[in-house]
């Protein structure tokens, strides 16, 4: 099972951009689709977007398409999350997950990050 862990995070004025990173260890990254959630203070975890291993192919919701855009690093044992018009709504911890499963819900991940904490002033 790999090691997830997330970086990037902090506080950001609204508007600006933020690139989050989680980078894996313990396992074989390429093996992984990679996913990026977010959990807001008192709501329920939410799927901001899925990569498959090879990284050709992304798959985002409606709620943050335009705004977000996540990529990967195969060699780098990294994902990324790109987000960009940031809003004080966006404020919330971000997680990276990864499966083998290609999947829009928290239960079709097992291996979670610890989490990352964006915060944006207005």
């Known amino acids: 099972q790999v090691q997830l862990v997330e970086s990037g995070g902090g506080l950001v004025q609204a508007g600006g951009s933020l690139r989050l990173s989680c980078t894996a260890a313990?396992?074989?990254?390429?093996?992984?689709?990679m996913a990026w959630f977010r959990q807001a203070t008192g709501k329920e975890r939410e799927f901001l977007g899925r990569?498959?291993?090879?990284?050709?192919?992304?798959f985002y919701p409606d709620s943050v398409k335009g705004r977000f855009t996540i990529s990967r690093d195969n060699p780098k044992n990294t994902v990324y999350l790109q987000i960009d018009d940031l809003k004080p709504e966006d404020t919330a911890v971000y997680y990276c997950?990864?499966?083998?499963?290609?999947?829009?819900?928290?239960?079709?991940?097992?291996?979670w990050g610890q989490g990352t904490q964006v915060t944006v002033s207005s």
């Open positions: 990569i498959t291993w090879t990284g050709r192919t992304t």
């Open positions: 313990g396992g074989t990254f390429s093996d992984y689709h």
């Open positions: 997950a990864a499966s083998t499963l290609y999947s829009n819900t928290p239960e079709g991940y097992n291996s």
